[in-house]
Structures are given as C-alpha cells and as structure tokens.
C-alpha cells in the first residue's frame, strides 16, 4: 500500500511534521510547501497530496488570521484537528557544549519564548530565521560550529543534531492547534461528530450577533472560539469564524436552521471529532 502524501508548511522537522506524524502515523511521505498558501494549492492537487495540515492558531501568539482567509477561499474542508505541545530544544552540532555557541538561530517566536533561558549565557547571539527545522537543517548542511538552532524534538533526530538542553522554553503548556485539511470528495461521513468550525456575517442591526450566539446556548451549544475579520472590498462589515463544541450532531443541525435566515454567506469549514492533546 503507498504511504498517505501529507502536505505540510515548513521543512521536514518542523512542527507541522511532527504533528502530522502523530495524526497520520510515521509512514507517511511528507511534501513541503514554502508557505500557507502554497500549502492551499498544493492539497487541492490531488496528484500531489492526499490531505494537508495547517496551524491555525497557538495559546500564546492566539490567531494566524491569514490562515483563516486562505480557507474561505480555498474550497478545502476541516477533517479533524490536533493540539501539540510545543517543546523547544537547544540543539548543535555534536560535541559542542553551550559555553561553544556564539550565536543561537531560530525562529522569531521561539526565540521569545526562550528569551528567559539565554539570559544566563549572555555571550550568545540570538539570530531569526525563517523556521525552527530549517535552522537545524541549515547548521548541519553547512557544518556550523559555534552555532546552535531553537528546534522541537524531530530535527535533531533528522540532521543528526546533539540537544543541548531539552525544553528551554518559559511556558512549558505552550500549544499549537493544527486543522487537518482534505478535498470535498475525499471526505467520509462522520455521523458522530462533536465539533465545527464555520464562518458567517450579520446584519448591521441591533442584536443580530447576540440573537445567533443564544441560539447555540439554547442548544447546549459551547461556543469554544470567535474571531472576527474584515470583509475586502466592504468596509467596516465582519464575518466570524466560529468553533462549536457539541455532545451530538443533532445540536448543531438544529442550531443551523435556526440561525439560517439571520446570516449571511455562512460556510461550514468542517465538521469533526474534538482533537486530543499530543504532549
């Protein structure tokens, strides 16, 4: 049997590998794409992929809104989701010590949220770069000595890197949630999902949004996310992505009929079973 084709953003390493190996299992074959939208394009190729995974949004940085965008437009469906935690190591070519390194390379945000650890080694240098794995991968493609890179668990694996110092990070709950993304006719019925994402937009009248939110408490509804965008093109006019938690399908379905005649352009994104944490 072949391996299922994930599409991932990033280079292999990178947190969306690592959290597609803990959906999809290790025997995958793994695409990358340079970015989200490339990601996008990438997945509705059916000669390329057969699913892709996205992050969507991280309990410290919250909301990529980009990504939000990217799926309203994008005519991909939400099969699933996953919460990892992120882990951030420090990592260098073998037999260094962290008295070797001058400088330290990562990504911006992982830099930051390591900034409390390297405050006891104030001769390092703390460089940004585009991707955590990328700059694992970039120390050992061009045999860096002196340099260390801010990475998950996966690189050093992979380019053959020694961690340093495992979970350098101030917040160690840190989570990334990752949408699970598939085309419309490779999707299969889940009769008994318990979670949905959706978008829609109100009317400029008083009470619309607060009329739509009691229809899902009315239904036992947990609204577990909204998050409001600019509409191009229609100033000062939002849609909202919304996430719904639910204990049965009925819940939702009749909360959708419902709310159907007080929105406008409602899409649903996906319908799911809630995502585990992956630790």
């Avoid at 990438?42 to 991280?58: H, K, Q, R, T």
């Avoid at 882990?87 to 930051?112: R, W, Y």
Wanted: glycine share 8%.
């Amino acid at each position: 049997m072949d391996k299922r084709r994930i599409v991932i953003q990033g280079v292999e390493g990178c947190f969306h590998h690592i959290a597609a190996n803990a959906y999809y299992g290790e025997d995958v074959e793994i695409i990358p794409a340079e970015n989200f939208a490339k990601l996008v394009d990438l997945v509705n190729d059916e000669s390329v992929c057969d699913a892709g995974i996205m992050a969507i949004e991280n309990s410290i940085a919250g909301s990529i809104l980009q990504n939000y965008g990217l799926l309203q437009d994008s005519g991909l469906v939400v099969e699933g989701e996953i919460f990892l935690r992120v882990k951030q190591n420090l990592m260098a070519l073998p037999g260094q010590k962290i008295e070797d390194l001058k400088e330290v390379h990562s990504h911006p945000m992982a830099i930051n949220q390591c900034r409390a650890f390297f405050r006891q080694y104030p001769h390092i240098r703390l460089v940004e770069m585009e991707d955590t794995a990328l700059s694992a991968k970039n120390i050992r493609d061009n045999e860096l000595h002196g340099v260390g890179a801010i990475a998950g668990d996966l690189p050093a694996k992979l380019y053959d890197l020694e961690i340093l110092e495992e979970a350098i990070e101030s917040i160690k709950n840190n989570q990334t949630r990752f949408f699970l993304l598939k085309r419309q006719k490779d999707v299969g019925v889940n009769g008994g999902f318990t979670k949905a994402s959706l978008y829609f937009s109100t009317n400029h009248e008083p009470g619309s949004l607060s009329y739509i939110l009691d229809c899902f408490a009315q239904e036992g509804i947990n609204l577990s996310k909204i998050q409001s965008h600019p509409i191009p093109g229609e100033n000062w006019q939002y849609f909202f992505h919304v996430d719904l938690e639910f204990k049965a399908p009925m819940q939702f379905k009749n909360a959708m009929n419902m709310i159907s005649q007080k929105v406008r352009g409602m899409q649903i994104l996906g319908t799911y079973n809630k995502g585990i944490e992956i630790r």
